[in-house]
């Protein structure tokens, strides 16, 4: 998806707010993509919204809620760019082409953040996307990122720093009328990894069904 750092505003607040790399970070020199302002947009598509607080001090927002997904009592939103926590916010964060942009419910829990690839020899920057045919079979592998500390994203996704996860589930994932996907762990296609963190799938209908969960976290 195509986007650009512009003025955001959550549902709760009475104004727009900056959202462009460049206003809200000295660092950068001029305005670009962010991930607050990018998820914004994959919102306005399904025709959602967002919530969250407004920090003068910081520039930027505390997430509460995406979509129907409203944080609860001590959980709390993170942000990770190419499966690396950011060490600032999402408006004061500037993206490079392909970056990959995800935003991690109850992120701070210690549990490994997964992330779910087309299965390949272990280095170089893996593919976000693959494309096959109905009926035919697809080898994915599933890598834990467990260091869950902020710091300076990769200018690429990449298998660096991760190891094959072997307690993990691909399932099929169900899409609402609105476009929000949800994992279905008990459905009878999931399959789970084995010793290098690889599983086959085959995929009846055409669509983007697999993800991978463990313990509840997503990749």
């Known amino acids: 998806m195509l986007s650009t750092g512009h003025d955001i ?29 990018a998820a914004v947009d994959a919102m306005s598509i399904v025709g ?27 959980m709390s939103w993170g942000v990770l760019v190419n499966d ?3 060490n600032v916010g999402g408006c004061q964060y500037e993206l490079g082409d392909g970056d ?3 935003w991690a419910y109850d992120a701070f829990a210690g549990r490994p953040i997964l992330a779910l690839y087309p299965a390949g020899d272990g ?18 592998e599933v890598r834990g990122y467990t260091n869950a500390e902020e ?7 990449t298998r660096a720093g ?11 994932a169900s899409t609402t009328t609105k476009g929000f996907e ?29 993800h991978s969960s463990s313990a509840g976290v997503r990749g």
């Not at 280095?123 to 994915?140: F, Q, R």
């Open 9 to 37: 505003r959550a549902a709760s607040d009475s104004s727009e707010r900056p959202c462009d790399g460049e206003a809200n970070n000295p660092e950068y020199t001029r305005p670009g993509p962010t991930p607050t302002a």
């Open 48 to 74: 959602d919204s967002f919530d969250g607080q407004w920090y003068p001090g910081y520039d930027d927002y505390f997430l509460t809620r995406w979509g129907p997904d409203a944080e609860a009592e001590g």
């Open 84 to 86: 690396v926590f950011t």
């Open 100 to 102: 990959g942009v995800l």
């Open 123 to 140: 280095g170089g920057t893996p593919p976000l996307t693959v494309t096959v045919e109905p009926g035919k079979p697809l080898t994915v």
């Open 151 to 157: 710091g300076e994203p990769p200018p690429a996704p």
């Open 162 to 172: 991760s190891i094959p996860d072997a307690s993990a589930y691909v399932s099929p």
């Open 182 to 210: 949800r994992v279905q762990t008990g459905d009878p296609a999931t399959v789970r990894t084995d010793a290098e963190g690889r599983a086959t799938i085959t995929f009846a209908t055409p669509g983007w069904p697999a």
